[in-house]
């Protein structure tokens, strides 16, 4: 969410715009096998006269075993294998760059097959490891505090492009196939570019895929959609994907969180946290997350964090305080320790639950965004070949 001049003034980028022409075929003609549903696959093996059986094989060996040829699928004979070689792939994206972090954070910046770059992070926790996962090419929204939010929308990610970066992170842990304990890569967010709810399509396809429990098997409870507040999806979210909600809130009046986060505009508080008390599947045990961005002097006073108690009151919340990651060019500082204590002070006092956020890949540009935008500048001011 990004240190370079956006390249467009906020006021012309649209609220809403999740219009892409498809991506090329591959020039060979081979169909990519990731991100297709269990029937899609049964639909393709039957163009070649095979069971459907044959689909449950093809879908464990990518998704338990972590399989990118056919070569080595050891079940299935080497004359289906050939054939299977001549009209399909198993998609990965390149991998542009890789940092790693002193305190464990992963961040990758992903390359698809039509060059566009995305990026996503891993979080590691003493109890779980949490794989942050873009929606998008850049954004369609231009909150101002977030570093993605000054890159233009390119186009949407496709399901498979969604699931492929599941895949490079357990690539990268070798957890083919997953161990028992110990996994690095035990949560999902969709916290990363973009905003998933315009793109629920794809989101939800790849978030499917994830959750069969014969493959990725990631629990509903282990993956959390952020949205800033795509309002006529999130009712629909729950009810047919039924994950974890996290709102980014970041203000408690329309007018401080209409200049900050635009969509507010569209759809404004009083909207959003309606749709949140109706969101099927919130208890208790199962409460709605929101985030709240700490900028000094803007929304951290404490008569603010009075104001948030007021409008949460009735929704099974907790509140998830994130000291703001400063980036070349923003105009918010990030607020200080003090006052981010005395802030949480009182939510807990009024009974919610409010971690603090720890800052995490800062040696390595970890803000969502933040990698892509200084690939680019390097790219920019590298000296032309010859």
């Not at 070649?48 to 990518?62: D, N, T």
């Not at 315009?198 to 282990?222: C, H, K, P, T, W």
């Amino acid at each position: 969410m990004d240190d370079r001049t956006p390249t467009a003034p906020a006021a012309a980028k649209p609220e809403i715009d999740t219009a892409q022409a498809p991506l090329a075929p591959r020039a060979d003609g081979r169909r990519n096998l990731v991100g297709l549903a269990r029937p899609e696959i049964a639909a393709a093996l039957a163009e070649l006269g095979e069971k459907p059986f044959r689909a449950g094989q093809l879908w464990r060996w990518i998704y338990v075993r972590g399989a990118t040829e056919f070569g080595g699928m050891s079940d299935i004979s080497k004359g289906l294998r050939a054939r299977l070689e001549e009209r399909f792939y198993v998609y990965r994206p390149a991998i542009s760059r890789h940092q790693a972090s002193i305190d464990g954070t992963q961040k990758w910046l992903l390359r698809m097959e039509d060059g566009a770059e995305i990026e996503c992070v891993h979080i590691p926790e003493k109890e779980r490891g949490t794989l942050c996962v873009s929606s998008q090419v850049g954004c369609t929204l231009t909150c101002r505090f977030c570093h993605t939010g000054t890159q233009r929308l390119v186009r949407n990610l496709e399901a498979h492009e969604i699931v492929a970066q599941l895949l490079s992170a357990r690539d990268a842990f070798g957890e083919w196939p997953p161990p028992e304990r110990g996994r690095k890569l035990t949560n999902v967010v969709m916290m990363g570019m973009g905003e998933p709810l315009f793109n629920y399509e794809n989101v939800a396809r790849a978030l499917s895929i994830a959750m069969d429990q014969d493959g990725f098997a990631l629990s509903r409870r282990r993956i959390t959609l952020s949205t800033s507040g795509v309002v006529p999806m999130i009712r629909r979210c729950g009810e047919e994907l039924g994950v974890s909600l996290a709102i980014s809130l970041h203000a408690v009046t329309d007018e401080l969180r209409s200049r900050i986060v635009p969509i507010n505009k569209k759809w404004p508080i009083a909207e959003l946290l309606d749709a949140c008390r109706s969101y099927p599947g919130a208890s208790n045990a199962r409460r709605i997350t929101f985030e709240y961005v700490m900028l000094k002097g803007v929304n951290d006073s404490l008569a603010d964090a009075r104001g948030l108690v007021q409008l949460l009151a009735g929704i099974h919340a907790k509140v998830n305080l994130i000291p703001f990651n400063p980036w070349p060019g923003s105009e918010f500082e990030c607020s200080s320790w003090d006052q981010i204590e005395r802030f949480s002070d009182v939510l807990a006092e009024a009974g919610f639950t409010t971690p603090v956020r720890r800052p995490r890949g800062r040696d390595i540009l970890a803000a969502c965004g933040q990698l892509k935008s200084d690939t680019e500048r390097q790219r920019r001011a590298a000296p032309a070949p010859g």
